[in-house]
């Protein structure tokens, strides 16, 4: 029996080295029983049967004590629970009789699992609640009651822009993947360029050999290719010197930025929009080496240069050049020292005809000579032609050089004479379309300006030359005109006074007679008869006319008042005033001093008062108006 067993751990030993571990969770249910001070614990074979190293824990202080063990997948092992002792007379579909037993017994499956919460010192199983749809997340097949925490959760990426988008998932598991542009770049320097280009292969394109070609775009040797990759991602490539395997680049194992299980390089992308990768020389981590002279004492020093050539020169330096002005003869190796007198006048240029323009030398000669014989550093030129210095430094080394100077008329620019604007009208300045630019003095920039206000306006303008015209012009406002009059009576001849504004003109129509004039301020008119006139005046100038019309009584205040057996009293008068008649006049009228009907009244009494006080001093005229007669009197109100 005991070689039985040993065996039977031999053989869990020797699973447990190569099984896949699972979770396992075990209850107990300890309501019945008194929890020993030093706690609950599991021991069994998975850990030699020890009592305090595997304690059961009441998170949530329902007395039911849990604990998860990581036990290999696919096995069997025998336990009890510990309580200060162990428990006893297990029976039931729980417990088996090997070894010393009875003891229960653990089948473990592939998966996690959940054991049933067991009572002390019992197989028997009190209600455990949990996710009874074995379609949820956290289906637990060991839940006798169904709880409501089933969770049908679909976790995925949930950003439609992302490359890994999951129609179907609920919820976001930050699983989203993004694209970012990658430039590779690969010195070919010091590499024989195969004709059939270089290539980039790799994890992000099935290692192919042909369908990733790079380019010198400039003419460095820097081969260079960007594409689109996932961002947070990591991928291994090569270079490829052509475009099949047999030509791939070889990484040293001990190469930084390769994989020294398969020599590819390795790329971590980042979470950026574009990641630019360092320029690496082919078949290493590092930039190229650059070859050339690195001895500082040498005449072909290059500080540059990372690897010495053995091309270092230590002849005779000098100036070997014999057109420069230090020329050494006996120099066989340029030092560089060569020096020339460069003189430049600039680049071939023009001016505006009412310009001036300065040349000026800033290195110092020992002598100048200019084609218009001045002997400065500097000249003035204002006209067309081509021009010329000859210059000698203290060596007597000579330098000349000519320049071409062409003269622009100015822009001839005319925005029209001085106008007159209309009050409420505007007009429009334009300039022209011929120029390159414009300017007016309100700092617009168009070709055209509308003008509604007097004063001074400017315009410059800018041609294609660069020259510059300008022109001004000096607008004035007119008003339209606005007609008014009074009048004055004395019997049928009327005077009237032009109280017009803005006017250059007038028209007078009295409607009268067929009598008309246009006399230019105040007239006097005599109207045939006693009766209502309509007296028009239009005013005139050159924004337009203006017309006022204005009916005029012309009244007759000359009747006998005997004759109509009235009288009308107190004549002057303050407040009131009385009429007392025997002719069956039926109305009265009462007119301003400008024939303005102010009050109309029946009359219905021989004796009629009336009460003027709220008139104005004055005089007023008061009409009485009968069958087929009338009476008119002036009156005055102190």
Same mark, same amino acid.
């Given at each position: ?36 001070? @030093? ?9 030699? +049967? ?34 200060g002792n162990w428990e006893n007379n297990l029976s039931g579909s729980c417990a088996n009789n090997f070894g010393?037993?009875?003891?229960? +017994? ?80 690969? *010195? ?14 790799? @994890?992000?394109?099935? +290692? ?45 194992? +001990? ?94 240029? @023009? ?41 000698? *430094?203290?060596?007597?080394?000579? *330098? ?41 003095? *309100? ?196």
């Amino acid at each position: 029996m005991r070689i039985f067993f040993l065996l039977i751990f031999l053989n869990v030993f020797n699973f447990s080295l190569h099984a896949q571990n699972v979770s396992v969770t075990l209850l107990v249910d300890m309501q019945n029983q008194t929890v020993s001070t @030093s706690g609950v614990f599991v021991a069994g074979t998975f850990n030699n +049967w020890s009592t305090n190293t595997d304690q059961l824990i009441d998170s949530n202080g329902d007395q039911v004590y849990e604990i998860i063990l990581s036990l290999p997948s696919n096995f069997g092992y025998e336990y009890k629970f510990y309580n200060g002792n162990w428990e006893n007379n297990l029976s039931g579909s729980c417990a088996n009789n090997f070894g010393s037993g009875p003891n229960r +017994w653990l089948s473990i499956g592939s998966n996690d699992q959940v054991e049933p919460a067991y009572q002390f010192g019992s197989c028997n199983v009190i209600v455990f609640y949990g996710c009874t749809d074995s379609t949820a997340n956290n289906y637990n097949p060991n839940a006798t009651n169904d709880d409501g925490s089933c969770d049908y959760t679909v976790f995925g990426c949930t950003d439609s822009l992302a490359n890994n988008y999951n129609s179907l998932a609920t919820s976001d598991d930050s699983s989203c993947i993004y694209d970012i542009l990658v430039t590779f770049n690969v *010195d070919m320097k010091n590499q024989v360029v195969s004709n059939n280009g270089v290539h980039l292969t790799g @994890s992000f394109n099935g +290692w192919s050999t042909d369908s990733i070609e790079m380019f010198d775009l400039n003419g460095d040797s820097v081969f260079s290719v960007s594409i689109t990759l996932n961002q947070n991602y990591y991928y291994e490539y090569k270079f490829i010197n052509g475009n099949s395997w047999g030509s791939e680049e070889i990484l040293l194992f +001990w190469q930084t930025c390769s994989n020294p299980n398969s020599g590819n390089r390795t790329l971590n992308t980042d979470s950026s929009a574009i990641q630019l990768l360092p320029i690496v020389c082919y078949e290493s981590c590092d930039v190229c080496p650059i070859y050339g002279c690195t001895d500082s004492l040498a005449i072909n020093y290059d500080t540059s240069a990372t690897v010495n050539d053995s091309s270092c020169l230590y002849n005779r330096l000098g100036c070997t050049d014999s057109l420069s002005c230090n020329f050494d003869v006996h120099a066989n190796i340029d030092d560089g020292s060569c020096y020339y007198l460069n003189l430049f006048l600039g680049n071939d240029t @023009s001016i505006c005809s009412n310009s001036n323009l300065l040349i000026e030398i800033d290195s110092v000669f020992d002598s100048y000579l200019w084609s218009n014989s001045d002997t400065n550093n500097f000249t003035t030129i204002n006209s067309s032609g081509t021009y010329f210095l000859n210059v000698v *430094d203290t060596n007597g080394c000579k *330098d000349s050089d000519t320049i071409n100077i062409l003269n622009h008329p100015i822009p001839l620019i005319d925005i029209g004479n001085d106008p007159e604007i209309c009050d409420g009208d505007s007009i429009i300045l334009d300039a022209g379309n011929y120029w390159s630019s414009y300017l007016w003095s *309100d700092s617009t920039i168009n070709q055209t300006l509308t003008i509604k206000t007097s004063g001074m306006f400017s315009i410059m303008v800018t041609d294609s030359n660069g020259c510059v015209g300008i022109d001004y012009i000096n607008t004035s406002l007119i008003y339209k005109p606005i007609s008014d009059f009074t009048y004055s009576i004395i019997g049928k001849d009327v005077s009237f006074i032009n109280k017009s504004t803005n006017a250059m003109s007038y028209f007078w129509d009295f409607y009268s007679d067929g009598y008309q004039t246009d006399s230019s301020l105040d007239v006097t008119h005599t109207y045939p008869n006693f009766s209502t006139y309509l007296t028009t005046l239009i005013a005139f100038n050159q924004c337009g006319s203006d017309t006022t019309i204005k009916t005029i009584n012309v009244l007759n205040t000359s009747y006998d008042s005997q004759s109509f057996k009235l009288k009308i009293y107190p004549n002057p008068f303050t407040e009131d005033i009385n009429i007392y008649q025997e002719n069956s006049f039926r109305e009265y009228n009462i007119y301003n001093s400008q024939s303005k009907l102010i009050l109309n009244k029946k009359i219905d009494e021989n004796l009629n008062n009336i009460n003027l006080s709220e008139l104005s001093s004055g005089i007023y005229y008061i009409k009485l108006l009968g069958s087929n007669k009338e009476f008119i009197s002036k009156l005055i109100k102190n």
